[in-house]
């Protein structure tokens, strides 16, 4: 029934008060299945069902203009910033479909290439003046893909007084990258960084620094880490693991406050509903970034964090040197 029911709005096109509701009703199945927040599950799926009746969706014709009103009102309730809901028929017939297993090295290649593309996150690396070393990172690509970039990287800036990562404008990523840099920092010796739970296994993996690295440790470095406030959930639990073990100075702005993780799910009639099916938690904070952001140690605008970072650098690493 509900095969047939896509299938003729698919193909009339029309959005009507009907259609409306069964796409409610789908998403709201989708949140209380799936939402790592149970009790704000229940009454994300009541304020949609509250609007509805009170005819808030009546004149929304336009499937792109209903989908982001139901997204702002799922923020409104939720505060989550990963919980998202679109419209896509290309994405929504894929989910759809029954998933096929890809050759690994198809995979691996169609993957590779794609983040290859954007250097897997590492934008620019130098070394400024007085040998502090600077790397500007705008997302975290895997490291079965970018761990020899990753590596690479942090050889080049092995022999450097102190660092700054540039994370403004980060826009996330895969938390394997975070731990391979963050284990550049210390020593051999294990450092626990950042626990996530999984609604459903209902289980919690472990996040470690390695034990082996490809080349020269900084654990002694002191370390600078730029943000704004668009730098966002992968990028907002780099700067939040140093801050709370107390390894690096954060400089900048508080970040955007996203630090649930999950996944895209198929809703009715090509409407496709993001979810957060997992958390972060800190095993020093008991907590994480949700909502709040990663506040910085020093304050600054996030165009002014560059200077003040290298000035802080350069008292460090030479109490007597005047910065330019």
């Not at 003729?8 to 789908?26: R, V």
């Not at 009102?73 to 505060?79: E, N, R, W, Y």
């Not at 404008?169 to 990258?177: H, I």
């Not at 704004?228 to 992968?234: E, G, L, V």
Request: glycine share 6%.
């Amino acid at each position: 029934m509900l095969a047939t029911s896509i299938a003729a709005y698919a193909q009339s096109g029309n959005l009507t008060n009907a259609h409306k509701k069964e796409i409610i009703d789908s998403i709201n199945y989708q949140l209380k299945d799936k939402y790592v927040f149970e009790k704000v599950a229940d009454l994300m799926a009541k304020d949609l069902l509250k609007r509805y009746k009170r005819g808030e969706y009546k004149m929304i014709t336009d499937k792109t203009v209903f989908a982001d009103s139901l997204k702002s009102h799922l923020f409104t309730i939720s505060k989550d910033k990963h919980i998202g809901v679109a419209y896509d028929e290309e994405k929504a017939a894929r989910l759809r479909s029954p998933s096929k297993k890809e050759d690994p090295a198809e995979k691996f290649n169609r993957v590779n290439e794609r983040v290859r593309k954007f250097n897997y996150g590492f934008e620019e690396l130098k070394i400024l003046e007085n040998n502090i070393g600077y790397i500007k990172i705008t997302a975290f690509a895997p490291t079965l893909y970018g761990g020899k970039t990753a590596s690479s990287a942090m050889q080049f800036v092995s022999n450097c007084d102190a660092l700054i990562f540039d994370l403004r404008n980060n826009f996330g990523g895969d938390p394997t990258m975070i731990q391979l840099l963050i284990s550049y920092l210390y020593s051999d010796e294990p450092v626990h960084l950042i626990d996530f739970y999984q609604k459903k296994e209902n289980t919690t993996i472990q996040s470690w620094t390695l034990p082996y690295v490809d080349g020269e440790r900084m654990p002694n470095v002191p370390v600078y880490v730029l943000t704004n406030n668009k730098t966002i959930s992968a990028g907002e639990e780099f700067a939040y693991d140093l801050k709370s073990l107390g390894r690096a100075t954060i400089v900048g702005e508080t970040t955007a406050g996203a630090a649930n993780f999950g996944e895209e799910f198929n809703a009715s009639g090509n409407f496709i509903v993001w979810i957060p099916t997992g958390k972060a938690i800190s095993p020093i904070t008991k907590t994480n970034w949700e909502g709040k952001g990663v506040e910085p140690d020093v304050k600054v605008k996030a165009n002014e964090a560059l200077d003040i970072a290298y000035k802080l650098a350069l008292e460090k690493i030479n109490p007597n040197m005047k910065s330019p």
